[in-house]
Each structure stands twice: as C-alpha cells, then as structure tokens.
C-alpha cells in the first residue's frame, strides 16, 4: 500500500493514481486507471473551522473497465494516453494537521480515527442495517467515501466533492432558519435513532471501539471559565449590568461544574447513540435551490448532509441537539421555537425506533425535554464560544498554517519528537484553556471594545438568555454538595 502524503505539497501522480485504481477497482477489479493531469488547490479559507488540512483534487483520468486480461498494462497506458475522452473527478482530501503538534494532539485523543471509520465503516453500516429493516426509507446522507488510510503516523481521508452537485455550506454568520433546522434535525434523529437501533442488536462499541467518550467529554467543556470570565469583563465594559454582574460572579464555579457533571451520570439519559459532536453551521451541506430569479439559495433547501465528523462518538442525544441549538441559532429563535423543533426531533426519532423493531416508549416528548433542560448550561457556555464567530477577528483563527513547501523530512522528524513529549502535558485541561486564551484574545478584545455592534449585542442576548432561563440563580446551587448538580438539573 502506497504512503499517504502528510501535506498536500506531497500529492504526487503517482500517489493520485493509487489512489483513484482503489476507488475505481472497488467497482470493476479490472479497471486501468491513467492520470492525464490533476489539480490540488484551496477547499477551504483561515476562520473555516476545519482541524485538518482540506484542498480540493481535480483530476482528468482515462479509465479503461476492461473484462478480461489486460496484456501489457504499459502498453495499455500508454494507448490510453492518447485516446481522446477523459473522465473528470472532483475530490475533497483530508490530511492531518500542518501544525505537528495538533496533528498528534489529533492521533492521541482519536480524533483522525473516528472520522476515517465514520466515511469508510460506520455510517456504511448503518445504512445497511436501516435499508435491510426499513427498505432505506432513513438514509443517513455524506459525502461519499473514496478512499483513506489511518495509523499513528498516517492520515489521509478522500471524499467526494458535493460543491459540484450545488452543496455549500450556509453563511457561517446567518443563523440556521426554521425550514434549515427542521432538515438539519432529520438527519440527526436518523443518525441518533439508526445507531441506537443498531446497538441494541449488535453493539455497535464493540465493534468500533474508538466511538467510546474517552476524554471528549472532558474537552468539550474545556474554556468555560474563561467564558463566564469574559461575560463578566464585557458586562463591566458597559453601564447598568451591576445586578448581573454579581449573579454570575456568585454563580461561577457551579455553572462550571454543574457543565462537566450533566456529562459524568449516564443514568441521568435514558437514550445513549451515536452523536455527531460538532454540530454547528458550518458542518452542514445544503444542496441550493433555484430561486424564480435564477440565482441559488440554500434558505428553503430539502437536503443537507452533516460533515465533518471528527468528534463522534457515543453519547446522549440531547448533546448533539443543545449543541447544534445553541451553536446555530438566535436567542429569540431559540425562544420562539425550540419546543416545536424539539417535538419535531422527538415525531422522527420515535418512528424511526418503531420500524427498526427497537421502540422506546419510555422516551417520552417530557422526558426528552427534561433531559434537554440538564444540558441547558452546556448550551448556553457553547453559545458564548461560538458567538465568537460573529467577530472579525474570528473569521482570521486557524489551527494551523497550510505546508505550501518542501518539508525537510529531518525536522519534521525532530518535531514529532517533540510532540510525542509534549502532547500529554498540552491536553491537560489548564494548557489547553491556557492556549484556547491566548488563540482567542483578538475576539475578545474585538468585544471590548464595543465597536462590533452585532458582535456585542449577540453576546448580551446570550447572557440575558440565560439570565432568563434561571442559569445564575443562587437557589439552583444552594444546596448539599452531595446534592448540588442533580437538584439544580432539575430546577433549570
């Protein structure tokens, strides 16, 4: 098996070839494959989001599905060459982390892992199952698998290129609307309920064991404090907040640690599933629409895909959904219209679980609603990160520089040297909320000073919201230790 390049300056033809033979011999054993020219460009901008490193594969191939003996496969390459037609591919590639020391933070915590067994195994699975039982009527919907190879110290990952079948992402700055969410939560119930279904017959962890929480948990709720520290530091920016400055001062370290527990006590849900993990605006593929002027949109799309599936792994579904809630939506649309969404999601996934032969009548429309309100502080800590997004300075964050040289493969050696030392020590909760501060002080100084308005005024709807809903009440936390999270769940 050919090496997978570590950046996208290593992409050579050879390599490009292999590649798609693996692909195109999947379908036709027989195939030659012959790369007449390809292209590796720019998938995505600084601020995406994305941790790895994406760029777009265009490649003009001549492609020979042959039935028998191929003879003399130089000969016959080279008789390809100079035939006329071409087959044109589209391709998105996914490579590790430029930065080394992401990169292996990425291997050690299993990040790479899961992602290339959701393409390549997982969701294939599902879809297996669910289209045996229910003659496909809940197709779990990503970009198709191409090609990948993971291991300690490789990671590639090809995917198909749905901009070329009109998907894109919504405006990371506009917030999902109603038509969108309702789509968005389709896919999740399928995924949430095919993967619970699936587990209750073949345990789905035992065969993907790297699906299990380990320490995701743990850094899902890492920059916290430094959250409710900066709502304090913009509140005292402003004039008259002196009432909720002090709640949220009183409320601090249990708001803190009331987060971290919602996700200790799996006794606490009464549905465990596959969830996505980083559900937010910018991982989700609408297909546009034409509009009657004949531009495109994606306000009124019918179909949308999830990616980006680096954090997956086995958890409660309301995560995912406080999650994608508080990550993509309003305050105000949240208000007006999280009951409906939240009965919509429960409709899907309940019917999903009756003709998968696994119903959960004991998984009622209240219960998931009170299991929902035990993650409302995740949620609302979620949406102060990721009102970060609304900033300037947010559209600039990268977790690490593309390789656009040759790399010098005795440094690159010493660097993960480095990195294998000093890994363990960075994933240590207070380095990584030390580094989280130090990536992210030009979007707070952007808040202080007050001069991004819809910045601002997001960022106090999101206080406010939480004001609303009870957050930094001192009656929540007023109780026994013994007692502290579970009472205040249930009061929220």
Same mark, same amino acid.
């Given at each position: ?54 760029? !777009? ?20 390459? +080279? ?10 591919? @589209? ?18 915590? %299993? ?5 290339? *067994? ?27 698998? =191409? ?26 700055? @506009? ?13 999740? +119930? ?5 993967? &619970?279904?699936?587990?209750?017959? /073949?345990?789905?962890? #035992?065969?993907?064991?790297?699906? *299990?929480?380990?320490? &995701? ?29 002090? *709640?949220?001062?009183? +409320?601090?370290?249990?708001?803190? *640690? ?8 799996? @006794? ?38 999830? =990616? ?28 007006? /219209? ?6 919509? &999601? ?40 990721? +009102? ?16 656009? %040289?040759?790399?010098?493969? #005795? ?48 960022? !106090? ?8 809903? %009870?957050?930094?009440?001192?009656? !929540? ?10 009472? @205040?769940?249930?009061?929220?």
């Amino acid at each position: 098996m050919m090496k997978a390049p570590a950046h996208r300056v290593e992409i050579s033809e050879a390599w490009v070839e292999f590649m798609l033979r693996d692909y195109i011999n999947r379908h036709n054993p027989q195939a030659i494959v012959t790369i007449k020219s390809f292209n590796v460009s720019n998938a995505t901008k600084p601020g995406d989001g994305y941790s790895g490193d994406l760029c !777009l594969l265009d490649i003009q191939a001549h492609i020979d599905y042959c039935d028998g003996d191929n003879g003399d496969l130089e000969s016959k390459k +080279a008789e390809l060459n100079n035939h006329a037609g071409v087959n044109n591919y @589209s391709f998105i590639v996914k490579l590790a982390n430029p930065n080394v020391f992401f990169a292996h933070m990425q291997t050690v915590i %299993g990040q790479n892992m899961r992602e290339f *067994k959701i393409y390549s195994e997982v969701i294939q699975e599902l879809n297996k199952f669910q289209r045996e039982k229910t003659s496909n009527q809940f197709p779990i919907i990503i970009p198709e698998y =191409i090609y990948g190879k993971c291991s300690n110290d490789e990671f590639v990952l090809v995917m198909e290129n749905m901009k070329q079948l009109d998907y894109v992402t919504n405006p990371k700055k @506009s917030p999902i609307n109603l038509h969108q969410s309702k789509k968005v939560l389709e896919q999740q +119930a399928r995924v949430h309920a095919v993967s &619970y279904a699936y587990n209750n017959m /073949h345990n789905l962890l #035992v065969k993907y064991p790297c699906l *299990k929480p380990g320490i &995701y948990t743990e850094l899902l709720t890492v920059g916290m404090p430094m959250n409710l520290d900066l709502a304090i530091e913009y509140l005292e920016s402003i004039n008259g907040q002196g009432p909720l400055i002090k *709640k949220i001062r009183a +409320a601090k370290s249990n708001v803190v *640690k009331t987060c971290k527990d919602s996700f200790k006590n799996e @006794s606490n849900y009464q549905i465990m599933c596959l969830m996505h993990g980083d559900s937010w605006n910018n991982n989700f593929l609408f297909k546009q629409k034409v509009d009657e002027n004949g531009g495109k949109s994606v306000k009124d799309s019918d179909d949308v895909m999830l =990616i980006d599936w680096q954090i997956s792994h086995w958890n409660t579904p309301v995560a995912d959904l406080s999650y994608f809630f508080h990550s993509s939506t309003s305050p105000t649309f949240r208000k007006t /219209h999280i009951d409906e969404l939240l009965k919509y &999601y429960h409709t899907i996934f309940t019917e999903i679980t009756i003709k998968l032969g696994t119903p959960v009548p004991h998984w009622t429309f209240d219960q998931l609603k009170k299991e929902y309100d035990q993650m409302k502080v995740f949620g609302f800590l979620r949406a102060l990160t990721f +009102a970060g997004i609304h900033s300037d300075a947010g559209t600039n964050l990268t977790l690490g520089d593309v390789q656009t %040289g040759v790399t010098n493969p #005795v440094i690159n050696s010493i660097k993960k040297g480095i990195a294998k030392a000093m890994v363990p020590l960075m994933l240590r909760p207070s380095i990584l909320e030390a580094g989280m501060k130090k990536m992210l002080n030009p979007v707070r100084e952007e808040l202080l000073s007050g001069k991004n308005q819809l910045f601002c005024d997001l960022f !106090l709807e999101i206080l406010i919201e939480a004001e609303q809903n %009870g957050i930094f009440e001192a009656e !929540l936390y007023n109780t026994d230790e013994s007692e502290n999270v579970s009472r @205040s769940l249930k009061c929220i």
